[in-house]
């Protein structure tokens, strides 16, 4: 049953269904053109898989991305974070493995899961967000909540349909 209901994502992720064909707009505008809309479109169509299959909202994933590397997809941190969601192979080996943070299917399934971990663990997302920075104070998740999203371009899901779009965990 998830495998159908991840499929379902994927599926209505891929022939463009018009709840999701804002958010790439959104993405341009934000970085002033320099994101491509091929690319656009392929980030926004993974933040939705990835987060969804991890039962996360999207929109965090979009504001983490727009802090973390105002989504330039080869970007590398003076600590050596890399990738959109800058992830850090040291503090993630199990998952990172030789896999290649470039990728953004992989950079984004990797911080999803990081987030949705930190989330388990520290039982709600502005902890999990403290965590996924390693601070001990709330800059970085004001910063990450401070992305503004309430352009029309931006997420134009109804609850009820976002709900209904939400898939099992693995």
Same mark, same amino acid.
């Given at each position: 049953? *998830?495998?159908?209901?991840?499929?379902?994502?994927?599926?209505m992720i891929?022939?463009?269904?018009p709840a999701?064909a804002?958010?790439?707009? #959104?993405?341009?505008?934000h970085?002033?053109?320099?994101? +491509?809309?091929d690319?656009?479109?392929?980030?926004s169509?993974?933040i939705?898989?990835?987060?969804? $299959?991890?039962?996360l909202?999207p929109?965090?994933?979009?504001q983490?991305i $727009?802090?973390? $590397?105002?989504?330039? *997809?080869?970007?590398?941190?003076?600590k050596?974070?890399r990738g @959109?969601m *800058?992830i850090?192979?040291? #503090?993630?080996?199990?998952?990172v493995k030789?896999r290649?943070?470039?990728v953004?299917?992989?950079n984004i399934?990797i911080g999803?899961?990081?987030l949705?971990? /930190?989330i388990?663990k520290?039982g709600?997302?502005r902890e999990a967000?403290?965590a /996924? /920075?390693? +601070?001990k104070?709330y800059?970085?998740v004001?910063?990450v909540?401070s992305v503004?999203?309430?352009d029309?371009?931006y @997420?134009l899901v109804?609850?009820e349909?976002f709900s209904?779009?939400?898939?099992q965990k693995n």
């Amino acid at each position: 049953m *998830q495998f159908i209901r991840l499929m379902l994502v994927f599926l209505m992720i891929l022939i463009g269904n018009p709840a999701f064909a804002t958010t790439p707009h #959104w993405i341009i505008k934000h970085t002033k053109g320099r994101v +491509s809309q091929d690319l656009a479109v392929k980030i926004s169509r993974n933040i939705y898989l990835y987060a969804l $299959s991890r039962d996360l909202d999207p929109s965090t994933i979009f504001q983490i991305i $727009s802090v973390e $590397s105002g989504y330039r *997809q080869k970007v590398v941190s003076s600590k050596n974070a890399r990738g @959109l969601m *800058q992830i850090m192979k040291r #503090w993630h080996p199990e998952k990172v493995k030789k896999r290649n943070l470039f990728v953004i299917e992989t950079n984004i399934e990797i911080g999803a899961w990081v987030l949705d971990e /930190y989330i388990q663990k520290y039982g709600s997302e502005r902890e999990a967000l403290r965590a /996924y /920075y390693g +601070s001990k104070d709330y800059r970085y998740v004001d910063k990450v909540y401070s992305v503004d999203l309430s352009d029309p371009d931006y @997420l134009l899901v109804p609850d009820e349909q976002f709900s209904e779009l939400k898939v099992q965990k693995n």
